[in-house]
Structure formats: structure tokens, C-alpha cells
């Protein structure tokens, strides 16, 4: 069994992308431009300061920004980039199920 990837929409999956030389996904741009956000934003504030939770996506939402971006590349022909798309919706699906 391979290693459970991290799923699009995570910092790490977007560092996966920057290692595998892929195209980066909406989602896992959010997901780095939310991380840096997060990082300056504790920078700034002082530890007496209220730190918002932050809210989880879950995984029928993962899987829905997954499935958009599937399509994108999907219409580019791109099919590395929808074969580990695929790979991935397939573990978001067990999440979704609560496997
Ligand atoms: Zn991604």
C-alpha cells in the first residue's frame, strides 16, 4: 500500500505539487495562500490574542473543489494531472464515508 496522500486543499498536497513539478490546483493555491496568511498573521499578533479555530473542510467539500479541478484538467488533456486527481478523490471518497 502506497502512503496515504495528503488530500488538494492542504498545505502539504501543495508542496507534493511543488516536488512533483505538477500544476497546482485552486485548491492547494488556497490552501498555501490561507498557510502564509495564517504565518503573518501570527507574526503580528501577540500571544494574549485569540487565535479563531480554524474551520475543517469537510471531505464531501474537498471532494466537490477536487472534482472541479478534474474537469479543468480534464479539458487540457492533462492526464497525469487527472490520474493523481483520481487517486485522490478515490481516498477522499473513504474519508467522505467515514472509512
Ligand atoms: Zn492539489
Redesign the pocket.
Known amino acids: 500500500m502506497p502512503r496515504p496522500k495528503s488530500p ?2 492542504t498545505y502539504s ?2 508542496q ?2 511543488l516536488r512533483a513539478k ?1 500544476p ?2 485552486a ?2 493555491r488556497r490552501a498555501q495562500r490561507d498557510h502564509n496568511a495564517n504565518r503573518s498573521r501570527l507574526s503580528l499578533q501577540s500571544d494574549t490574542a485569540v487565535q479563531p479555530a480554524p474551520i475543517p473542510v469537510p471531505p464531501q467539500e474537498m471532494f466537490r473543489r ?1 472534482a472541479v ?1 478534474l474537469v479543468g484538467f480534464a479539458e487540457r488533456g492533462d492526464l497525469f494531472a487527472v490520474d493523481d ?1 483520481m487517486a ?1 478523490m478515490s481516498g477522499l471518497l473513504d474519508e467522505w464515508r467515514g472509512a
Open positions: 488538494c486543499g498536497a501543495y507534493r505539487h505538477e497546482i490546483d485548491a492547494c477536487c479541478d486527481l485522490e
